[in-house]
């Protein structure tokens, strides 16, 4: 009955890719259309009930139309087939809190996240933030977040200020979160010591490397 898998774009309005860079993808294949917004839910992890609308972005994203105007499986079937190229899904979630991420270490743009959906805990913050500044988790590297709201002086993200960064969120404030780290300027130590001896050809087995001692020369 259904040849051709549908998969789409998932995109969370106000928010855009909620993975950016990685995308993220519905299976509408069959599926009814008061269903979908429980396939976009649990993609997203979020309750069906945070969803208030979930809407067909097409035409290069100028024209939209809510996936509950569909009576059938099989009307929204047509209509996905005849915009096979360039559909999108988009959901727009309730009382959402948008948030700007962005890199302090060269002062630019990363992408913007929910954080009363989406990232609502300092940690999941902190994982959001990794995906787009990697050195974050590594601690040779001294990550450290911080968030200013409307302009005001940094201070450093915990999840004590979580409700002050969701309330102005939703007010709409300019809540900007800043990743930053700092590569050294002096070579890292090792992590083996030396050998002893620079005639020595003696390596760690399993550390050093991954052949047994007896494949060594």
């Known amino acids: 009955t259904f040849p051709q898998r549908r998969q789409l774009l998932l995109k969370v309005a106000g928010v855009g890719e909620p993975l950016e860079p990685c995308s993220l993808f519905l299976d509408l294949t069959g599926v009814a259309p008061e269903k979908i917004a429980d396939v976009?839910?649990?993609?997203?992890?979020?309750?069906?009930?945070?969803?208030?609308?979930?809407?067909?972005?097409?035409?290069?994203?100028?024209?939209?139309?809510?996936?509950?105007?569909?009576?059938?499986?099989?009307?929204?079937?047509a209509f996905l087939a005849s915009n096979a190229d360039e559909c999108e899904v988009e959901?727009?979630?309730?009382?959402?809190?948008?948030?700007?991420?962005?890199?302090?270490?060269?002062?630019?743009?990363?992408?913007?996240?929910?954080?009363?959906?989406?990232?609502?805990?300092?940690?999941?913050l902190w994982q959001r933030l990794s995906s787009l500044a990697p050195l974050l988790r590594y601690e040779a590297f001294a990550g450290h977040v911080s968030f200013t709201i409307d302009g005001s002086e940094p201070r450093e993200l915990d999840e004590a200020s979580m409700p002050a960064i969701v309330a102005a969120a939703q007010e709409m404030a300019d809540v900007l979160i800043s990743a930053k780290s700092v590569v050294p300027e002096d070579m890292q130590p090792p992590l083996l010591e030396p050998p002893a001896s620079p005639e020595s050809t003696k390596v760690a087995c399993g550390r050093q490397t991954e052949f047994a001692a007896g494949a060594l020369v």
């Open 40 to 77: 976009a839910a649990r993609t997203l992890r979020v309750r069906p009930e945070d969803l208030v609308d979930v809407k067909f972005l097409f035409d290069g994203g100028f024209e939209r139309t809510s996936a509950g105007s569909f009576q059938t499986v099989d009307a929204m079937e």
């Open 91 to 124: 959901v727009e979630l309730a009382e959402v809190a948008v948030v700007t991420l962005w890199n302090g270490a060269d002062e630019s743009y990363l992408a913007r996240t929910d954080v009363w959906h989406l990232c609502p805990s300092r940690e999941a």
